[in-house]
T-cell receptor, first 117, second 110 residues
Framework: DTGVSQDPRHKITKRGQNVTFRCDPI?????LYWYRQTLGQGPEFLTY????????KSRLLSDRFSAERPKGSFSTLEIQRTEQGDSAMYLC???????????????FGPGTRLTVT | GENVEQHPSTLSVQEGDSAVIKCTYS??????FPWYKQELGKRPQLIID?????GEKKDQRIAVTLNKTAKHFSLHITETQPEDSAVYFC?????????FGAGTTVTVRA
């Protein structure tokens, strides 16, 4: 499978615990995005990377959230001290960007569904 | 920031009929407008997109139109089939992140 992959697919955790999700983008895609999707809504942007540089973070991304893409390939999203309001589907997408000022097609992974009890 | 509104929220059509979903956006600098189809429990899949230098684009049974002046864009599905049943999302972008509409649940009745 050469598409975007995410791990784990499902995560159930207790409030206050830390969780970490992983995203592997399509090979050689230089941009990687994180979105959050709650039931009945469209995905909401969280943050994105151009290679290893994190270029933008949404105001939705509180201090409890941190994302990394250390080698410009896979990325991790960590949520510390989880709250029930963090329950959602966390989606990763990637794109191949040639010109930085042009939007390119984003391809999504299957998501990680987080349930905080 | 960009605000995308999508209508209707649900759409039921008879198999073989057409379906139309409409979106508006707020940021006149947005220049890329993709549409995604999401089946239950699956990832959003890009089905068609349009850039601001084009007014219409067609791919088999689906077409997208863009009115930059009015900041409207629409998805048209012709000859609908049961496998077209899904949630459809419109989105708008300048050059980086996507801002999505709330989605339209399309049900194709056999």
């Amino acid at each position: 499978d050469t598409g975007v992959s995410q791990d784990p697919r499902h995560k159930i955790t207790k409030r206050g615990q830390n969780v970490t999700f992983r995203c592997d983008p399509i090979s050689e895609h230089n941009r990687l995005y994180w979105y959050r999707q709650t039931l009945g809504q469209g995905p909401e942007f969280l943050t994105y990377f151009q290679n290893e540089a994190q270029l933008e973070k949404s105001r939705l991304l509180s201090d409890r959230f941190s994302a990394e893409r250390p080698k410009g390939s896979f990325s991790t999203l960590e949520i510390q001290r989880t709250e029930q309001g963090d329950s959602a589907m966390y989606l990763c997408a990637s794109s191949s960007t040639i010109e930085t000022s042009v939007a390119y097609e984003q391809y999504f992974g299957p998501g990680t569904r987080l349930t905080v009890t | 920031g960009e605000n995308v509104e999508q209508h209707p929220s649900t759409l039921s059509v008879q198999e073989g009929d057409s379906a139309v979903i409409k979106c508006t956006y707020s940021d006149s600098a947005s220049n890329y407008f993709p549409w995604y189809k999401q089946e239950l429990g699956k990832r959003p899949q890009l089905i068609i997109d349009i850039r601001s230098n084009v007014g219409e684009k067609k791919d088999q049974r689906i077409a997208v139109t863009l009115n930059k002046t009015a900041k409207h864009f629409s998805l048209h599905i012709t000859e609908t089939q049961p496998e077209d049943s899904a949630v459809y999302f419109c989105a708008a972008s300048k050059w980086n992140k996507l801002s999505f509409g709330a989605g339209t649940t399309v049900t194709v009745r056999a």
